[in-house]
């Protein structure tokens, strides 16, 4: 079974620069989650999709940030404009709705703002 | 709200030293409480799930405990390749995103 794919791996970019993440999940998997880890932290939820309809989007700040999941299957981040404290590893995680087993992480974008 | 706090920050043993990382939670309606493990420069990889207070899960050097108001993850004779960070996470019966820990980074030393 093929894993979560994000991509790219590393982004750098200056402040008030507009950057783009990239997520195929499990296929098949209904539930799709974006998280941001800031270094040292716990990941924290941005978003959450369930096919092509967002669940809970009351953490991501949407100001700034948006996503989309266009067809239910992969999905993409978007920053714009960037600010300092953006610097973190954006991860993507899908789940089946009938899973018991938490869900699976890609690998994530580590995003640097400068 | 939900929260997760997870003791130590960092630990550091020596190979064959077994210890104990701590996860205290307090959630509403729990629907799961996850362990997963983070190597640098990778995403979280999923170890356990316990859902009610007295299960236990194993998976060779490691054993998960969970009570009503924290879990335990035991490490039985550490070796090397378990160095990585050990996160704990919160799934509450609302949905299924998880609320985690900031983690406990293990290191252990040959």
């Known amino acids: 079974e093929a894993g979560v794919a994000q991509s790219p791996r590393y982004k750098i970019i200056e402040k008030r620069q507009s950057v783009a993440f990239w997520c195929n999940p499990i296929?098949?998997?209904?539930?799709l989650y974006w998280y941001q880890q800031i270094l040292g932290q716990g990941p924290k939820l941005l978003i959450q999709?369930?096919?092509?309809?967002?669940?809970?989007d009351s953490q991501l700040p949407k100001d700034r940030f948006s996503a989309e999941r266009l067809k239910g299957v992969d999905s993409t981040l978007k920053i714009q404009p960037a600010k300092l404290e953006d610097s973190a590893v954006y991860l993507c995680?899908?789940?089946?709705?009938?899973?018991?087993?938490?869900?699976?992480f890609g690998s994530g974008t580590r995003l640097t703002v400068v | 709200e939900d929260q997760v706090t997870q003791s130590p920050e960092a630990l550091r043993l020596q190979e064959g030293e077994s210890s104990s990382l701590n996860c205290s939670y307090t959630?509403?309606?729990?629907?799961?409480l996850f362990w997963y493990r983070q190597d640098p420069g990778k995403g979280p990889e999923f170890l356990f799930t316990?859902?009610?207070a007295g299960e236990e899960k194993e998976k060779e050097r490691l054993k998960a405990t969970l009570t009503k108001k924290e879990s335990f993850l035991h490490i039985t004779a550490p070796k090397p390749e378990d160095s990585a960070t050990y996160l704990c996470?919160?799934?509450?019966?609302?949905?299924?995103?998880?609320?985690f820990g900031k983690g406990t980074s293990l290191l252990v030393t040959p």
């Open positions: 995680a899908s789940s089946s709705s009938a899973s018991n087993y938490g869900y699976t």
């Open positions: 296929s098949g998997h209904a539930t």
């Open positions: 999709f369930q096919n092509n309809g967002v669940v809970d």
């Open positions: 959630v509403s309606g729990l629907r799961g």
């Open positions: 316990l859902y009610s």
């Open positions: 996470a919160v799934g509450h019966n609302s949905g299924y995103a998880l609320n």
